[in-house]
């Protein structure tokens, strides 16, 4: 299996091959017909020889420079993209470093056939085999430059999944896109994320099903809809109200539909063999005779809380957070990835609370004052710069300093309540839409409830 990736190079043709070419990049064994730096004593460390494949493709390994920049003279175009760099990246254990370079050599050989000169380095650095290619931007013959656009970059992944299946090696059936910084950070810190929870059900589905009909009931229970129609090209999973779905596979190894259905026959085995295992039942719900309380007063007298200060503390109560010590858990989906905004979700209640800010022009008025604050605030900081040009008495220059210091932080309070408040305008329609779901799924669960009694009276 290998990942690619290619690029333009707008800043310096030299570093990038002084890149490619870095010897203390690969660390190898006894390696035999390749190039290496015996000579050089910094490069044996314990024993162990430092080497590295560098082969030119189209140009001299130690003179790719040089020739590079003499096409780039001799038709005039030294300028915009200089090279592209590219790597081709193998998976741990499946290559050895000569087979790596043989196949980077091959693979820039069919890219750049016999137009560009190609330098082809394989590293070591990163724990993983893999090969850079330096290509020059410009042609060797006719001094065409090298489209390096979406076209290319498939073709350049094309043919490198071409030679690992040549070679016998693995390839990746499904190419996942980038994941966003904070989904990734998100998952690395262990927080729930929308596939980590998916995840998560997955697991607790496999673990109960027996066939097709399990699986399903046992995600909806937890508030996802499985669609593994054979009329459509990919399996998906999708939240319970919610029009947007993921493909199985781009959950990871061990999430897609034929893994899916192993795991199915197996536990259908263990199901026939081992009497003793639990197939899928209904999640059960917990069901407590309602209380029965005397108030004092009357409901048409009790002051109600509205507004976004009484959406934020029902979102809170669902969440858990309120009351103080509560261990009620949410049971949508969509709630149980809220809990990794609690920082985010409790300030904004907060600044509701404290300033009462029912309506969107409540806080658009409160941004409003903010923004006048932080002018009138700025205009005395910049009093006190003014001031620190003129002083020459140190004690005074420091009443300055902190004066100015204390502006500067009352600013950034302001800033913060300001950013604070205008997500509280952005994020209030998401919030009520969870809500609605969370209903939903509370309610789905209050029938189930009162079904198994009705059951049990009339077992009675």
Known sequence: MATTKIWPVKDSLARVVDYAQNPDKTIYSDLQSVLHYAANEEKTVEG????????GVNCNRDTAFQEMQAVKERFGKTGGNVAYHAYQSFKPGEVTPE???????ELAKRMWGDEYQV??????????????????SVGLWGGRKFNCGKRA????????????????????????????????????????????????????????????????????????????????????????????????????EGYDLPTLREHIEENRQRYAYDLGYQRYKPMPVQWSHPRRLRLKGSFSTVKKIGGFRGLY??????????????NRRPLSPELREECRRLDSISRQTQLICREKLDTAEDVAGFISGKQAEIKVLGAAR????????RCDNREEITQIKAQRDRLTAAMAVCRKDIKTAESVLSQSNRLKENLKLEQEMQTQHMGQAQDKRRERIAAR
């Open 48 to 55: 162990e020889e430092r080497a590295m494949f560098v082969t």
């Open 99 to 105: 087979l790596c370079h043989r196949l980077g050599v």
């Open 119 to 136: 330098l082809v380095a394989t590293h070591f650095n990163t724990g993983t085999y893999h090969n850079h290619f330096v290509a020059n």
């Open 153 to 252: 970059y498939y073709q350049f992944r094309q043919l490198s999944d071409d030679l690992c299946k040549e070679y016998q090696l693995s390839t990746i059936k499904n190419p996942n896109g980038k994941t966003p910084r904070s989904i990734y950070f998100a998952e690395k810190n262990g927080e729930p994320t929308r596939y980590n929870l998916m995840r998560e059900a997955l697991d607790a589905a496999l673990k109960v099903s027996v066939d097709g009909n399990d699986l399903r009931k046992a995600l909806r229970d937890q508030g996802y809809e499985l669609d593994a129609n054979p009329a459509h090209k990919y399996a998906t999973l999708r939240r319970i109200g919610s029009k947007k779905a993921v493909r199985l596979y781009r959950l990871g």
């Open 313 to 326: 503390l029902h979102y809170c109560y669902c969440l858990g957070i309120l009351p103080k010590g509560s």
């Open 382 to 389: 910049q009093k006190c710069y003014n001031r620190l040009r």
